[in-house]
């Protein structure tokens, strides 16, 4: 029998089993490129099979909190879905930053008063964001770094990995990703060969032989 005919190949695939984590911090916009009177946001993600109501929610920055309201799309998060936290003001003065970055498929909301937390994310010092649940509980809390390029935000890494150091990375495109998947996330499926082995090393002109092959997802 000709080794063509023979060949067996084993694939070896590593699959990580999603865990909902409900609605975390995804996307922290403290110093954009434009106007930093309208164009700071902060992004939300339902990783949850379940929908949630923001209605009485509250974002803070530690010197101040703001209520999360409606700006005409409604309070109801999908699951899966991001859930883009604008400045007020970023719509009364016509700003268009990201007008052409925003999907359909997000849900846009607006905070009370005119700016995020007293007066604006500062630039130099890092502040702790938390998002506070309707009951009053802290679900995500955590500190942005400085230093990112002009309109390059901090992003999560996994949505569902915790909001330690390792998890959070600058943007890697220019204003963000407002409402969509965040530019350092992994993809979802990113298989890639890691090993092949044929048995025996070196077969013989039409003699029979076994590759195994091991592949590996690296992706989530």
């Known amino acids: 029998m000709r080794f063509l005919e023979v060949v067996k190949i ?14 975390v911090l995804s996307e922290i916009m403290f110093d954009p490129l434009e106007d930093e009177d309208t164009d700071e946001f902060v992004e939300l993600y339902n990783d949850s099979s379940l929908p949630v109501n923001l209605a009485g929610w509250v974002v803070s920055d530690g010197d101040g909190s703001d209520t999360l309201v409606d700006a005409g799309f409604g309070m109801m998060a999908a699951p899966r879905q991001f859930i883009l ?3 007020p003001d ?3 003065e016509a700003s268009t930053t990201y007008d052409s970055l925003v999907p359909e498929n997000a849900l846009v909301v607006i905070i009370v008063g005119s700016t995020f937390g007293s007066r604006g994310f500062s630039n130099g010092d890092s502040e702790q964001i ?25 992003e ?3 949505m569902n990995g915790g909001d330690d150091d390792e998890n959070w990375m600058d ?5 963000g990703t407002p409402g969509f998947r965040n530019s350092v996330t992994p993809l979802e499926r990113n298989l890639g060969i890691v090993e092949i082995e044929a048995d025996p090393d070196a077969p013989a002109a039409g003699s029979s032989f076994s590759i195994s092959v091991s592949v590996v997802n690296s992706g989530l």
């Open 10 to 23: 084993s694939l070896l695939v590593l699959f990580s089993a999603p865990v909902s984590a409900g609605v």
């Open 130 to 154: 938390s998002l506070v649940n309707a009951n009053g509980q802290t679900v995500a809390t955590r500190a942005y770094s400085t230093g990112n390029t002009p309109g390059h935000s901090d």
């Open 156 to 158: 999560k890494r996994v």
């Open 171 to 175: 943007c890697e495109t220019l204003h």
């Open 85 to 87: 936290i604008l400045d």
């Open 90 to 92: 970023y719509i009364e």
